[in-house]
């Protein structure tokens, strides 16, 4: 994947996600401030974005962040309503955003590389759901983040999904329930992200956990990326069966004999993602 020159920060763009690419890390930034709505056209731009990246052996780590002082505000509502008007009462086009979200998400689980929110500022419903897919989160001290579809009669079920998976039943509850907007430090409390840092470090801070992380072996991350996601949804003897299995397999991969025979050795390991 060729280097790509990102939009400044606030900037307009034709497009609802622009990228940038370098030293392995893909940054994917929503680009359609003020509100950076997950539109079907921002959703489709991730999508193919993302797809492109889980078979480009270039790319290690993906960041997603956006322009402007809103993370996303969720579905476009306007959109949405628009559909009104169409002769089911927009029955289809509701069907086909809500499919196209969950595949967003369910893409983001189980991409085979590591995926980190870098949230700047407020996240909600969809968007809240966004960063809760994600698999590294890092929001500045200024980010604040929602579920308040109940605040429209439009209870965040979807985004339930991502949030429940995430953070604790009753936690998830208090979100869903109020609709209320939590501060960083408390969604880091919750376990919606991992950590609270100033605004102006925020940008240092996600490249520096990006290239930690792109600095290991591709073919470990997602072999324990994928075992971390479905042996969650295991009982306990399924789940130590299961990635007993994984780890054996994971031994008799060339990086992990590279790994541990450079740790014996004292000596930095070269990865060939085999």
């Known amino acids: 994947m060729a280097d790509i020159v990102a939009m400044k920060q606030g900037e307009q763009s034709a497009n609802p996600v622009t990228v940038a690419f370098g030293g392995g890390i893909l940054r ?69 955003t809500m ?25 909600t419903a969809a968007g809240c759901q966004l960063v809760a897919s994600c698999d ?28 429940s998976r995430n953070i604790g039943r009753k936690h998830a509850m208090e979100m869903l329930m109020t609709g209320e907007l939590i501060e960083a430090t408390t969604a880091r409390e919750f376990g919606l992200i991992n950590r609270v840092v100033p605004p102006e470090y925020l940008n240092q801070i996600v490249m520096k956990y990006a290239q930690t992380v792109a600095s290991k ?36 991969a060339r990086d992990a004999e590279e790994g541990i025979g450079a740790f014996i050795e004292k000596r930095k390991p070269e990865w060939k993602g085999e």
């Open 28 to 96: 994917l930034t929503l680009s359609n401030p003020p509100a950076n709505a997950l539109s079907m056209a921002a959703m489709t731009a991730l999508q193919d974005e993302l797809d492109r990246a889980g078979e480009d052996e270039t790319v290690r780590v993906v960041v997603i962040d956006a322009a402007g002082k809103v993370f996303c505000a969720g579905h476009d509502l306007k959109e949405l309503t628009a559909h009104r008007a169409d002769a089911d009462h927009g029955r289809a086009f509701f069907e086909v």
């Open 99 to 123: 499919q196209t979200c969950a595949r967003l998400m369910q893409t983001i689980v189980r991409l085979p590389k590591p995926v980190i929110a870098e949230v700047a500022g407020t996240a």
């Open 136 to 163: 590294l989160a890092i929001a500045s001290t200024e980010a604040t983040f929602a579920t308040p579809g109940v605040n429209i009669g439009l209870f965040c079920s979807t985004p339930m999904v991502a949030l």
């Open 217 to 252: 072996s591709p073919l470990t991350l997602k072999i324990g990326k994928e075992a971390f996601y479905a042996q969650a949804e295991m009982g306990l003897s399924e789940a130590y069966d299961y990635t007993a299995r994984v780890m054996v397999e994971n031994m008799m």
